[in-house]
C-alpha cells in the first residue's frame, strides 16, 4: 500500500540549532516526493519537490532534503532554526505519471515543530 | 497574481444538512484537487478536476461530491452532514497536470454540530 511516514510528531528545537525531519515512503512506482509547511490557520506552501536527478534538492527558506531510495527516505534539513520556522511540516508523494491525475498526493501525518528561544 | 481563494472561510452546520464549498484557483491553473484535513486523518485526497472532468477520486463515501466550471472555479458538496464531517477542507490548484506541485488555498473549516 502507499504511504508516507513521519515518524516524529512533535519536536522541538532551539533557535540556531540544526534540524533534520524524518519522512520514509511507500510507492509502487518512481515517486514524485514534496516537503510542504502549513502555518497556524493557513494553507500549504510548498518548500521543495524530487521529481529525478540530484537526490540533494534545495527548497526556499534554507531548508534542504535528500532522497535515499535505498532507505525510501526524504527527510528534510535545515542547519539553523529560526523561530519563524515553527509550523507543522507536511512529506507527500505522488505519482510520475505524464497523463495521470497529480492531485492525488499522500501526505504524512506531520511534523509539528516548535522553536525555543 | 492572486492564490487560491476558498469562500467560506469558516462555518458551522448541523447534522443532515449539506454544505457547498467554492474554490477559484490560480488564474491559468487548470487543474483542482480537494483535500480533507483533520487531527486524525491528517490530510486526505477527496478528488481533482481538470477541465471540468473529475480525473480521481479518493476513498470518500458517495455524500461527497465536486464539479468544476469552464473557467477552472471549482465546488465541492458535502450531502447529509455528520459529526465526522468536521474539518479543514482545502483547494489546491495546479498549472499542470504532470507536475504535482500544488499551491493551496487557506481551507474552509467545517464545523458540524
Known amino acids: 500500500a502507499q504511504s508516507v511516514t513521519q515518524p516524529d510528531i512533535h519536536i522541538t528545537v532551539s533557535e540556531g540549532a540544526s534540524l533534520e525531519l524524518r519522512c520514509n515512503y511507500s510507492y509502487g512506482a518512481t515517486p514524485y516526493l514534496f516537503w510542504y509547511v502549513q502555518s497556524p490557520g493557513q494553507g500549504l506552501q510548498l518548500l521543495l519537490k524530487y521529481f529525478s536527478g540530484d537526490t540533494l534538492v534545495q527548497g526556499i527558506k534554507g531548508f534542504e532534503a535528500e532522497f535515499k531510495r535505498s532507505q525510501s527516505s526524504f527527510n528534510l534539513r535545515k542547519p539553523s532554526v529560526h523561530w519563524s520556522d515553527a509550523a507543522e511540516y507536511f512529506c507527500?508523494?505522488?505519482?510520475?505519471?505524464?497523463?495521470?491525475?497529480?492531485?492525488?498526493?499522500?501526505f504524512g501525518k506531520g511534523t509539528k515543530l516548535s522553536v525555543k528561544p | 497574481k492572486a492564490g487560491v481563494t476558498q469562500t467560506p472561510r469558516y462555518l458551522i452546520k448541523t447534522r443532515g444538512q449539506q454544505v457547498t464549498l467554492s474554490c477559484s484557483p490560480i488564474?491559468?491553473?487548470?487543474?483542482v484537487s480537494w483535500y480533507q484535513q483533520t487531527p486524525g486523518q491528517g490530510l486526505q485526497f477527496l478528488f481533482e478536476?481538470?477541465?471540468?472532468?473529475?480525473?480521481n477520486k479518493g476513498n470518500f463515501p458517495g455524500r461527497f461530491s465536486g464539479r468544476q466550471f469552464s473557467n477552472s472555479r471549482s465546488e465541492m458538496n458535502v450531502s447529509t452532514l455528520e459529526l465526522g464531517d468536521s474539518a479543514l477542507y482545502l483547494c489546491a490548484s495546479s498549472p499542470l497536470t504532470n507536475t504535482g506541485e500544488l499551491f493551496f488555498g487557506e481551507g474552509s473549516r467545517l464545523t458540524v454540530l
Open positions: 507527500a508523494v505522488g505519482a510520475m505519471n505524464y497523463g495521470g491525475s497529480q492531485g492525488n498526493l499522500i
Open positions: 488564474s491559468g491553473h487548470r487543474s
Open positions: 478536476y481538470f477541465s471540468e472532468t473529475q480525473r
